[in-house]
C-alpha cells in the first residue's frame, strides 16, 4: 500500500480520473481488477494506491476509505443537492454515494450542467471527479 497523504491520494485519483489517458476501463458492481475487465471509481483507488481490497467488494475496506475520507456520512446538504427524492440516503457513506454514482447517475435536479438531465445510467470517470470536487471531497 502507497503511504500518502490526504491531498496526495485525493489529486493522484481525481486526475487520473480526469484523464484522456486513463488505464482503467470503468466497470459496475465490483471494485474490479485488469482480470475482472474493469474497475468502478472506488476500485481504481484500490488499484492505484495499492490498498489489496478484494476486486468482488462494492466498496473499499473501512480503513482505507478513511485514508481519502469516503468513510465519513454525507451530510444533509450533500444528499439534497444528488438524492434530492430519495430521503433514505442521509445514511450513505461518501464511499456508498460514489458507488452509487458509477452505477446508477444521478436525479434529474443535480446542478452540474455537464451532465445531462434525466441520466440514469452510472457516471463517467471525469463527472465523478467533478462531483468529488464540486462538493469539496477534495479538501481536508
Known sequence: ????TFEQY???WLETLESPECP???TMGKLGSFNYGGFCCLGVI???FNFGCSEEDGVLENDKAALLHLNVRITTDERTVLFPHRIGEL???RQDCLAFLNDDGVENTFTI???PPHKRTGLTFPQIAQVVRYLGWDKE
Open 46 to 48: 484500490n488499484e492505484l
Open 1 to 4: 500500500m502507497r503511504k500518502l
Open 113 to 115: 450542467s455537464s451532465i
Open 10 to 12: 485525493m489529486k493522484e
Open 91 to 93: 445514511g450513505m457513506f
Open 24 to 26: 482503467y476501463q470503468q
